[in-house]
């Protein structure tokens, strides 16, 4: 049975501390790289993607576990995707170049939305079931955005038609003419997310080892608890200091 009032997670509040600092760290090397003159050659390698994918996806799957400790995803998916439209905005008024359509924001609220609604039929599925079935199809979907899936032993190629249609581009179907500069379609991020979800039932079940409820670094776990406001804040902030170092 789940708790009442569960225990606060206070490792997941650390880890999203430091998580949330890789962003800001991240994207500073990225305006340092792409809008002033600054060389980075290292700053689009394979390695250096690798790592950001692994600390989104971490922070992604956060989120889903997160989904058992709001009193409404429903409402709160519905302020983070109005967040992601603002940001929408902003960059299309002000950094046309770097023009975010759905970035991380708009997948974030998308899918805080999406359970609420599938909440009653994903209690269904037992949390192992849900957690393995999850992961596989985030592997499956990972290269749908290139027109394929890699199956054991086989590639598969998807049809044309799913692509170059702009309402597709969120699920994670390419668009010509269509770019984003921060993307993480339903596809396959979403599998991610909802991996989380799953997971969070014994996070909430409080099934955990203990350390992980115990503060071990209560100022980093502030940090984590107040990452939409770092998140919200850091780009004009990098960019405004940038910019009076640069011009």
Not at 127 to 144: E, K, Y
Not at 201 to 206: E, L, N, P, S
Not at 221 to 239: C, D, E, K, N
């Amino acid at each position: 049975m789940e708790l009442a009032r569960p225990r606060r997670v206070h490792l997941m509040d650390e880890l999203r501390g430091v998580l949330i600092i890789g962003v800001v760290l991240y994207h500073l090397l990225y305006d340092l790289a792409v809008l002033f003159p600054v060389g980075i050659p290292w700053m689009f390698s394979s390695w250096m993607n690798g790592a950001r994918n692994v600390c989104t996806g971490t922070l992604i799957a956060i989120s889903g576990i997160s989904c058992h400790y709001t009193r409404s995803n429903l409402r709160r998916g519905l302020r983070t995707f109005g967040l992601g439209m603002l940001l929408t905005v902003v960059t299309a008024l002000f950094m046309p170049s770097q023009l975010i359509i759905f970035g991380i924001l708009h997948f974030f609220g998308a899918m805080m939305l999406l359970y609420a609604l599938l909440q009653p039929l994903l209690e269904k599925i037992p949390a192992m079931a849900g957690i393995i079935g999850c992961v596989l199809l985030f592997l499956l979907t990972w290269t749908v955005f290139s027109g394929f899936i890699r199956l054991p032993g086989m590639t598969v190629y998807l049809p044309d038609f799913l692509y170059n249609k702009p309402l597709l581009f969120p699920l994670g179907f390419a668009c010509q003419g269509i770019a984003s500069a921060d993307y993480y379609p339903l596809m396959p991020w979403g599998f991610l997310f909802l991996a989380g979800s799953f997971f969070g039932r014994y996070v909430r079940g409080d099934r955990l080892p203990e350390f992980c409820y115990r503060s071990h670094l209560p100022r980093l776990a502030w940090v984590g608890s107040h990452t939409m406001a770092i998140y919200l804040i850091h780009q004009p902030v990098i960019y405004g200091l940038l910019t009076l170092i640069f011009h």
